[in-house]
């Protein structure tokens, strides 16, 4: 069998190129080549987002996404700080859950997994407490394919004064962000979601200005960002993961950036999205507009479990995605991040054709 094509979220399907990247020479973290490395990731990173050239720096951090995200959110709350956070899924109650481990006030605006946050709440918790400092969100929330409205919070952040931490772990390449006008003082993300590197290399974009607002909040001693704004890496960096990272930003550049990468997949994802509604299989959320461009999710159909359709399409070169805690058999989702095209589309919706109990095809 050859190898499947991942529809998850990440990791990806790698393109040649990538791949090849990673088979760069062996380096020493303290010898001149790797700050060549080390300064083509961060200065690609940060043209990603032009904006972010001035009073914004890429730091580099060997983790999963999880592991960006525990670094801004533990580095740049400070012990004394107050964050509000905005939750409508796992990743947004994840930032809550560090917050309480790491022993820092916080408030929770939550929402039901397949809402979207009421801007009115928020703004309700912002005027009720003055004393807060941050506010914490989710981007893409991974959990349904929900692109949260993150324009209109920032507005928000920005006229109370707040600055926004952002996990866009599953958005940063492929969706808009505006760091001025939504108040980014961070935004944490991975190499290996929408930029199509390999997992172990993830990084924080932040303002200088927050570096300097206040001291760090770690407390942690491999999660403190502020260790890695020094010229030479605090500790021993993915130094194979960063040859594939400049790779995939280089090609990431040369196709368009953020908004060819979007579009491409919001093409393949309305691909998907169209001929299982030929078939049947209804989208999860509200709105086809709600979704991301990298993910979507979809209702199970009756008669099927996840495992029956998950193993038939692993059968034929697909590896699709669960849902995650109370969605877990209800939903199914389609990730079109990483090397897809609309040919192999094509062949996902045969394949989930073969297997629906009874396909109700529709003109
Ligand atoms: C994938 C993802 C993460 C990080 O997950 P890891 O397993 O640590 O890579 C965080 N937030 C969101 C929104 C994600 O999609």
Known sequence: MTTPLLLNPGPVTLTARVRAALNGPDLCHREPEFQALLARCKAGLLAVYPETR????????AASGTGAVEAMVGSLVPADGKALVVANGVYGERMAAMLKLQRKAHTVVACAWEACFEL?????????????????????????????????????CKRHGLPLLLDAVSSFASEELRFEDWNLAAVAATANKCLHGVPGVAFVVARTAAFEAAPSGASSVYLDLYRYRAASPPFTPPIQPMYALAEAIAEHAEAGGWEARG???????????????????????DAPT??????????????????????????????????QGAFSGQIFRIATMGELSSVDMDRLLAAIAEVLPRPVLQP
């Open 54 to 61: 001035q009073g914004y720096e890429a730091l580099l951090i």
């Open 120 to 156: 009115a709440a928020v703004e309700a918790a912002l005027d009720a407490d003055p004393g807060l400092t941050h506010v914490l969100a989710v981007h893409h929330e991974t959990t349904t394919g929900r692109l949260n409205p993150i324009g209109a919070l920032g507005g928000l």
């Open 290 to 323: 709600a979704y991301a461009a990298s993910l979507t999710s979809y209702r199970m159909p009756a008669g099927l479990t996840y495992d029956a359709l998950h193993d038939h399409l692993k059968a034929r070169g697909f590896v699709i995605y669960a849902g």
């Open 263 to 285: 579009a491409r997949y919001r093409a393949l994802a309305q691909q998907v999205q169209a001929g299982l509604a030929r078939l049947g299989v209804r989208d999860f959320l």
